[in-house]
Structure formats: structure tokens, C-alpha cells
């Protein structure tokens, strides 16, 4: 019988990780996650996904941070992933102003531990998560990966954008296949209590106004997770190759001249005005909301939007859940789940 294959995922109990993980035991994967269940917001929601995906067998989880010393580098060694996923990361775009160092640790250590591991005992392919704020002030949209982008607005996306060219460089010096994700607000059941669309939610809910910055003049490419997914599941198996020559790279690919390496956007490539996505929530509440008018914040961008052709010549999929519908997924899950 063919051996499953082995994928190594960190961030499992975070958002994507939890849906990651899902789909490839669904597809036969075994699967290591680790994740160190910080704190950085309610970590029960964290532990439950982890014990939604205990119920498999093929699943186990370390419970430590990547940044850990050898941590890595052992379990590499034990398991010998052939995939790896690295979505483990201090997030949040506006968290990174008061807090940097914990985004230092986790994202910029952390990742060189992960890509020591991967030296040493080196993977079929990685796929490391970044984000659209690697795009920081640029205002030409959509977004293309082969554009420049070396304007970072905040100390989050700084890290994110560090981390692409570290890999980088070991993917050129090691020959280790790396796909670079840039993921655009990513939503859905499950997801993260500090992103705009929960904060809403549990406000309205509550009878509360909600903080809009701005004054709402922002849009967000806000892409599904189950959607989101699915384009890393097809990515996969989809590892970038050296190229033998510059000339072999085709128009609008990311594909480094020198190593095997690519980004690739994840969005919908829609991007949703902040003012639709609340009246999306009103209408699946029920309830209309005080909207309580701040300034723009320091750090964010007013807009995010991906061209999503390279992720369609790669995969032959684009996101496609409208704000509307995948609104209402939210809501009808973080009913059951808050107030069942
Ligand atoms: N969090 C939050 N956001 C608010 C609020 N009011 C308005 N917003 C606005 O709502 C939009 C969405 O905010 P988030 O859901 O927090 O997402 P984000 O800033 O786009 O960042 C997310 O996506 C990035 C990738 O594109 C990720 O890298 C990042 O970690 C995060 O998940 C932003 O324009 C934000 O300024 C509020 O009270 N809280």
C-alpha cells in the first residue's frame, strides 16, 4: 500500500491552519501541527479547533512555539514532512505598533528555525504564508506579484515581507522548493476574534456601536477561508522549479530567475467597500448598527485588491464566495457556537 504523505503545519489552531489541516486529513494527508496556543486571542476558541482536529488519527499537535531552539529541527528530523506549511505568526496589522517584539520572535526567529529544519532535512515542497500588506503604500490595483512592493506600513507586514525574502534565499542556496502565499483578509466560521468582521458581530450583538476607521472609507479583497483553501490545497502540488533561464519564466509569474520560488496571491480579486460588508452583517443579524466614525488607523491601507490571474494559471481556481454569503456562513456558525 502507498505510504500517506506527511505534511508539517504550523499554526494548526489558528484560523487557516484548522481549515488546512482539515482538508488534507480529508485527502488522505498525515498531518503534524504545532502551535503554541498563544494568547493573543481567546485561546479556548484555539483549543477546540485542536480538538476538532484530534478526532482524526492521522492528526497530532505540538504544543510550542516555533521559535523554540531545536524544536523544529527534531521534529523534522523525526517525521521527515514531505509538505510544509508554515501559517504560524504573530498577525495583525495594528497589534504590530505596540507590540513588535513578540512579532519579531514568532515571525522573523521562528521563521529561520523553520527554514534551518527544512535545510537540514529538506521538504518536497513549503508554502509560507505572508500577506497583502506586503504591498503596503502601493496604490496601482490589483495588486500583481510581479509588482514592487518595498513600502511596508506597518512592522507586521515588514516581518511578513522579511520573511519572503528569507525563504527566498534559501530556496535559492538549498534548492528547496517555496511558494510565498500573499492572503487578503481572510474570513469565515472560526475566524479570528481581533479581525473587523467578529469585533462587528459580537458588538452589534451586544448592542454596542462598532469602531469604524476611516470612516469606513476602506475596501478589502476579503477572501472565504473554505475558498482560501482551496487554493493552497491545489498549490500544493503545484512547487515552483528553477528556471533554466530568465526567458522561461512566463509574463505576470513571480517565479524567481535564480531559485525555485514563487509568490502568488490569495483574493477574490472583488474587493468589498468596509460600508457593504457591514450592511452584510446587519442583514444576517438583524440589526442595525451605531457606527461609532474614527480616523484611519496607523499602519493600515484603505484598500486591498489581488489580481488573482497568476493563482488561475497555476490552479485553474479563483476565490469565489460573495461578502454577502460568506457573511452569513459566519453568522450562522458563530450563533451556534456563542449562543447555542
Ligand atoms: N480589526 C478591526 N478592523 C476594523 C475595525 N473597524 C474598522 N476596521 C477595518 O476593517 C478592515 C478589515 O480589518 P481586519 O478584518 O482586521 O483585516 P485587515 O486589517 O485587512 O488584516 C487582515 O488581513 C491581512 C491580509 O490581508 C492579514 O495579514 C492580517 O493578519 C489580517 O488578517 C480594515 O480596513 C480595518 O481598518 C475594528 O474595530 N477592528
Same mark, same amino acid.
Given at each position: 500500500?502507498?505510504?500517506?504523505?506527511?505534511?508539517?503545519?504550523?499554526?494548526?489552531?489558528?484560523?487557516?491552519?484548522?481549515?488546512?489541516?482539515?482538508?488534507?486529513?480529508?485527502?488522505?494527508?498525515?498531518?503534524?501541527?504545532?502551535?503554541?496556543?498563544?494568547?493573543?486571542?481567546?485561546?479556548?476558541?484555539?483549543?477546540?479547533?485542536?480538538?476538532?482536529?484530534?478526532?482524526?488519527?492521522?492528526?497530532?499537535?505540538?504544543?510550542?512555539?516555533?521559535?523554540?531552539?531545536?524544536?523544529?529541527?527534531?521534529?523534522?528530523?523525526?517525521?521527515?514532512?514531505?509538505?510544509?506549511?508554515?501559517?504560524?505568526?504573530?498577525?495583525?496589522?495594528?497589534?504590530?505598533?505596540?507590540?513588535?517584539?513578540?512579532?519579531?520572535?514568532?515571525?522573523?526567529?521562528?521563521?529561520?528555525?523553520?527554514?534551518?529544519?527544512?535545510?537540514?532535512?529538506?521538504?518536497?515542497?513549503?508554502?509560507?504564508?505572508?500577506?497583502?500588506?506586503?504591498?503596503?503604500?502601493?496604490?496601482?490595483?490589483?495588486?500583481?506579484?510581479?509588482?514592487?512592493?518595498?513600502?511596508?506600513?506597518?512592522?507586521?507586514?515588514?516581518?511578513?515581507?522579511?520573511?519572503?525574502?528569507?525563504?527566498?534565499?534559501?530556496?535559492?542556496?538549498?534548492?528547496?522548493?517555496?511558494?510565498?502565499?500573499?492572503?487578503?483578509?481572510?474570513?469565515?466560521?472560526?475566524?479570528?476574534?481581533?479581525?473587523?468582521?467578529?469585533?462587528?458581530?459580537?458588538?452589534?450583538?451586544?448592542?454596542?456601536?462598532?469602531?469604524?476607521?476611516?470612516?469606513?472609507?476602506?475596501?478589502?479583497?476579503?477572501?472565504?477561508?473554505?475558498?482560501?483553501?482551496?487554493?493552497?490545497?491545489?498549490?500544493?502540488?503545484?512547487?515552483?522549479?528553477?528556471?533554466?533561464?530568465?526567458?522561461?519564466?512566463?509574463?505576470?509569474?513571480?517565479?524567481?530567475?535564480?531559485?525555485?520560488?514563487?509568490?502568488?496571491?490569495?483574493?477574490?480579486?472583488?474587493?468589498?467597500?468596509?460600508?457593504?460588508?457591514?450592511?452584510?452583517?446587519?442583514?444576517?443579524?438583524?440589526?442595525?448598527?451605531?457606527?461609532?466614525?474614527?480616523?484611519?488607523?496607523? #499602519?493600515?491601507?484603505?484598500?486591498?485588491?489581488?489580481?488573482?490571474?497568476?493563482?488561475?494559471?497555476?490552479?485553474?481556481?479563483?476565490?469565489?464566495?460573495?461578502?454577502?454569503?460568506?457573511? #452569513?456562513?459566519?453568522?450562522?456558525?458563530?450563533?451556534?457556537?456563542?449562543?447555542?
Amino acid at each position: 500500500m502507498k505510504q500517506p504523505r506527511t505534511a508539517l503545519v504550523t499554526g494548526a489552531a489558528g484560523f487557516i491552519g484548522y481549515f488546512t489541516c482539515k482538508r488534507l486529513l480529508a485527502d488522505g494527508f498525515r498531518v503534524i501541527g504545532v502551535d503554541n496556543l498563544s494568547d493573543y486571542y481567546d485561546v479556548r476558541l484555539k483549543e477546540r479547533r485542536q480538538s476538532e482536529l484530534l478526532q482524526n488519527p492521522g492528526f497530532r499537535i505540538v504544543n510550542k512555539a516555533i521559535e523554540t531552539p531545536q524544536l523544529l529541527m527534531d521534529l523534522f528530523e523525526a517525521e521527515q514532512p514531505d509538505i510544509v506549511i508554515h501559517l504560524a505568526a504573530q498577525a495583525g496589522v495594528r497589534y504590530s505598533i505596540d507590540n513588535p517584539r513578540s512579532y519579531l520572535e514568532s515571525n522573523l526567529v521562528g521563521t529561520f528555525e523553520l527554514l534551518e529544519a527544512a535545510r537540514a532535512f529538506p521538504p518536497g515542497h513549503m508554502l509560507l504564508a505572508s500577506t497583502s500588506s506586503a504591498y503596503g503604500a502601493n496604490t496601482e490595483m490589483p495588486y500583481r506579484e510581479t509588482m514592487k512592493a518595498d513600502h511596508q506600513m506597518s512592522f507586521y507586514a515588514a516581518t511578513k515581507k522579511a520573511n519572503e525574502a528569507m525563504a527566498h534565499s534559501y530556496a535559492h542556496l538549498f534548492g528547496l522548493p517555496v511558494t510565498m502565499f500573499r492572503f487578503f483578509t481572510v474570513y469565515g466560521p472560526w475566524g479570528r476574534p481581533d479581525m473587523a468582521l467578529f469585533r462587528f458581530t459580537k458588538a452589534m450583538l451586544a448592542g454596542e456601536a462598532i469602531d469604524v476607521y476611516n470612516h469606513g472609507e476602506m475596501m478589502r479583497d476579503f477572501t472565504f477561508v473554505e475558498d482560501l483553501v482551496e487554493a493552497v490545497r491545489r498549490l500544493v502540488d503545484t512547487p515552483p522549479i528553477r528556471p533554466d533561464k530568465p526567458k522561461d519564466i512566463a509574463d505576470g509569474d513571480s517565479l524567481s530567475p535564480v531559485a525555485p520560488w514563487r509568490i502568488v496571491n490569495i483574493g477574490n480579486s472583488r474587493p468589498v467597500q468596509l460600508g457593504d460588508m457591514i450592511a452584510a452583517v446587519e442583514e444576517a443579524l438583524g440589526v442595525e448598527a451605531r457606527r461609532n466614525l474614527m480616523p484611519m488607523q496607523p #499602519g493600515d491601507v484603505p484598500a486591498t485588491w489581488a489580481d488573482a490571474d497568476l493563482l488561475k494559471s497555476l490552479t485553474g481556481y479563483v476565490p469565489q464566495t460573495d461578502i454577502r454569503e460568506g457573511v #452569513g456562513k459566519f453568522i450562522e456558525w458563530y450563533r451556534d457556537y456563542y449562543q447555542a
